[in-house]
C-alpha cells in the first residue's frame, strides 16, 4: 500500500476532522503531524456571495489553515445574513464601489473572486493593487491576454494569483496520476473527458455572452480542458473542434450550447473531448495507456467521485473539496507549497489559451497549433 492511502486511511480512522495536506510531497508522518496544525492561518474574504460562493463559505467552516474572515457583496442584507452566520465584523465588509479600501485592512490575507467570468479580471486587478492575493474562479478570464494581465498584475503587485482548480487536491485524482506518474498505466495514448449539464433557466448569467463571456466551454467544458492536461501529464500542442446548436434561442450568438474537441500531445497521445449545455449528468474522464485504464465517472462534480482502473475499484475517501482546496490554498500562499498540479495563475492561462483556440477552431474550422 502506498503511502498516500496509508496516510488516508489513519486520518480516516482517526477521525482527524478535515485534513488540510495538499498533496505536496510530504511524507505521511509530516502529514499527520501537520493535522494538528496551530501555525499561521489564511484570512480570506470572498467576493460574490451567490451559489458557489456560499458552498465555499460553508466549506470553509471545516477549514485549518483557513477562515472566512470578510465579505463583498452588492447586496445589503445578505452581508447582513453573512455577518451573523459566520461572525464577520463590519470593518471586513465591503461592496463592489468601496472594495479598493480593502488595501487599509490588515486583518484580510486574501480575496477569492467567485462572481459571473467577465468580471473575474477587473476585480482580480483591483484586489492586487489593494495588496491582497487572489483566489480567482474558474474560468480565470474572458480569455487569455485578460489572464495574461491578471498574472501581470499580481506579479507587479507581489501577490499570488491562485485558480479555484478544486480538482487538483481530489484523492482519487491525484491516485490517477500518481499511477501514471509511476508507469503502471504505461505510456499515455488516450483521453475521454466528457462535461456537461442542461443549463435550466434561460435568463441566467451563464447564458448571457457579456457576463459568461461564452457558454458552455467556458463553465463546465473547461473541467475536460483542464483535465486532459493533468489526466495525460502534457500540454496539448494542436486543437480541432466543431461546434453543433439545437437551440439557437435559448443559445444565442456567441453562446455554445455543444463544442467537439480534439487535442493532439507531444507523445502523440490525443484526447477527444465533449462540453454542451445540454445533457445532463454527463461527467467522465477516461484514460487509456500501454498498460492499463483509469476512469472516474462522476469526474468533476462535487463527489464523492466514483473510479476504477484496472487494478480494481478507487477506494480513496471522499472530503469536501473545497475545504481540502482551500486548506491547501492557505499552504501555497503562506508556505510556499507545491502541489501536485499547479493552481497558479499560468494554469488558468494555459486552459484560456486552450478554449481561444477551441473557438477559433470552431469559427475557422482549422486545426489550430498551440504554444503553451
Ligand atoms: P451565482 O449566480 O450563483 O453567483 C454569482 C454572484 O455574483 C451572485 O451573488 C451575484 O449577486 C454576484 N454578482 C456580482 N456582480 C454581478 C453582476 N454584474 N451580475 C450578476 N451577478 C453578479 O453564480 P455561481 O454559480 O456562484 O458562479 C460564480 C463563479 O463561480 C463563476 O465564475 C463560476 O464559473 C464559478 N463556479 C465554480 C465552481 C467550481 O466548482 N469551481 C462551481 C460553480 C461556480
Known sequence: MDSRRDFLQKVALTAISIPFFSFSRLSAEQQISQARYDGPVLRVAIMGLGGYGTRVAEAMQSCQRAKLVGVISGTPAKIKAWQSKYGIPAENCYNYENFDSI???????????ITPNALHHGQSLRVAAAGKHVICEKPM???AREGQEMIDACKMADVKLLVGYRLHFEPKTLEIIRMRNDGELGNIRFFQGLSGFRAGDPNQWRLDKKLAGGGALMDIGIYAVNGARYMVGEEPIWITAQETK???VKFK???DETIQFQLGFPSGAVASCLST??????????LNGEKGFAELQPSTGYGPLKGRTHKGELTQPHYTHQTVQMDAMAGIILNGDKPVVPVDGEEGLKDLKIIDA????????????LEL
Open 103 to 113: 488595501k487599509d485592512n490588515p486583518n484580510i490575507d486574501a480575496v477569492y473572486v
Open 141 to 143: 478570464a474572458l480569455n
Open 246 to 248: 439545437t437551440d439557437t
Open 253 to 255: 450568438e456567441g453562446v
Open 277 to 286: 449545455y445540454n445533457m445532463d449528468n454527463l461527467d467522465r474522464f477516461f
Open 358 to 369: 477551441i473557438y477559433r477552431s470552431c469559427k475557422t474550422g482549422e486545426r489550430q497549433v
